[in-house]
């Protein structure tokens, strides 16, 4: 029975994917633990420039998404690729889209959506 609905599931998101639909891009079960250049509890407000700890630790929780969206390289430098990702990371949390890494997108880079169907910029 689990099987039929994998594979019912399956064939919509391809059948959606080849009409053009949006289909989902869902957060990797990716544990908190694996991002561990920063405590949780670290913070800062974070914004396109600023290079450190802080900014490897958004990066690699970003990656946690999956579908489309590129992983970004956690290198610790908040580049013009990492903007454009926290920006629609953001816009699937009903978030502003700003850029800016402040407390609420902290949030939800700890606690991502399981789902976001708004289409990733090209």
């Known amino acids: ?15 959606a994917a080849a009409f053009g639909l949006a289909v989902p891009h869902t957060a990797a079960a990716a544990p908190d633990h694996y991002c561990s250049y920063v405590s949780s509890d670290v913070r800062p407000t974070l914004t396109h420039g600023d290079t450190g700890a802080a900014v ?17 390289e956690v290198d610790g430098v908040y580049d013009s690729v990492m903007l454009k990702k926290i920006e629609w990371i953001q816009v699937c949390h009903g978030l502003p889209p700003s850029g800016v890494v ?3 997108t902290w949030q939800v880079l700890y606690h991502p959506a399981l789902d976001c169907y708004v289409p990733y910029p090209q």
């Open 56 to 72: 490897r630790q958004a990066q690699c929780l970003s990656n946690k998404w999956g579908g489309v969206p590129p992983r970004l």
């Open 1 to 15: 029975m689990r099987r039929n609905r994998l594979l019912a599931s399956a064939a919509a998101l391809c059948a």
């Open 102 to 104: 402040g407390s609420r």
